[in-house]
């Protein structure tokens, strides 16, 4: 059993358009994140959730939409894409930030 | 704001050398975690260390917290083609589930065999 599932592996897409990755967890985490890992692998935190109410909303241009349907699920939607939002988009989940978090497998997005 | 750095940035190592990275935060953590990330993989859970001058071993994997609860290490003792990845350090800021897990820019391990 998958811990956290993102979909899709890969999302190749012109600029301009609107895409959505969506991510799951079975593990009964409370807390789910969005983070974004540039090409120099360096992790930055995007958004974070708390039991479908959102905590943190680093500054991420507003393009950027997550949705917390229920606590397992956080999806992101980003409109009008960009070359600079080409990147390894990884959803994460845990008890709190005192506690490990477990990711899923990414998002790797290009944008063309 | 608070920051995490992480030294050397890239390490190549001959198999059976050792490694160490070593973590730094400008300021005062409560936890200290540490991931791994496989080339084309995702980041995992390796360890968590909360005590003022904590030492845990994992095989040969060895993780110390600072006595001011400011920087860590990891050292790997004879390192394997399979200790080949990037390792990360983190630290929380914030406290319960509002805060968020600030990473350091990972440490690149290269192992030749």
């Known amino acids: 059993d998958t811990a956290v599932s993102q979909t899709p592996k890969y999302l190749v897409t012109q600029m301009g358009n609107d895409k959505s990755i969506k991510c799951e967890q079975n593990?009964?985490?409370?807390?789910m994140y969005w983070y974004k890992q540039d090409s120099k692998k360096f992790l930055k935190i995007m958004f974070s959730y708390n039991n479908k109410e959102l905590i943190i909303n680093e500054t991420v241009p507003n393009r950027f939409s997550p949705k917390s349907p229920d606590k397992a699920h956080l999806n992101l939607h980003i409109n009008s894409l960009e070359l600079g939002d080409s990147a390894v988009y990884f959803c994460?989940?845990?008890?709190?930030?005192?506690?490990?978090?477990?990711f899923g497998s990414g998002t790797r997005l290009t944008v063309v | 704001g608070q920051q995490v750095m992480q030294i050397p940035q890239y390490q190549h190592v001959q198999e059976g050398e050792d490694f160490t990275t070593y973590c730094n935060s400008s300021?005062?953590?409560?936890?200290i975690q540490w991931y791994k990330q496989r080339p084309g993989g995702h980041p995992v859970f390796l360890i968590q260390l909360v005590k003022s001058g904590e030492v845990k071993k994992q095989k040969r994997l060895t993780f110390q917290f600072g006595e001011a609860k400011k920087n860590s290490s990891l050292h790997i003792t004879a390192t394997q083609t399979t200790d080949v990845g990037t390792y990360f350090c983190?630290?929380?800021?914030?406290?319960?589930?509002?805060?968020?897990?600030?990473f350091g820019q990972g440490t690149t391990l290269q192992v030749k065999p």
């Open positions: 593990l009964g985490h409370d807390t």
């Open positions: 983190a630290g929380p800021t914030g406290s319960g589930n509002t805060g968020k897990l600030i």
């Open positions: 300021t005062t953590l409560s936890n």
């Open positions: 994460a989940s845990s008890r709190g930030q005192s506690y490990g978090y477990t």
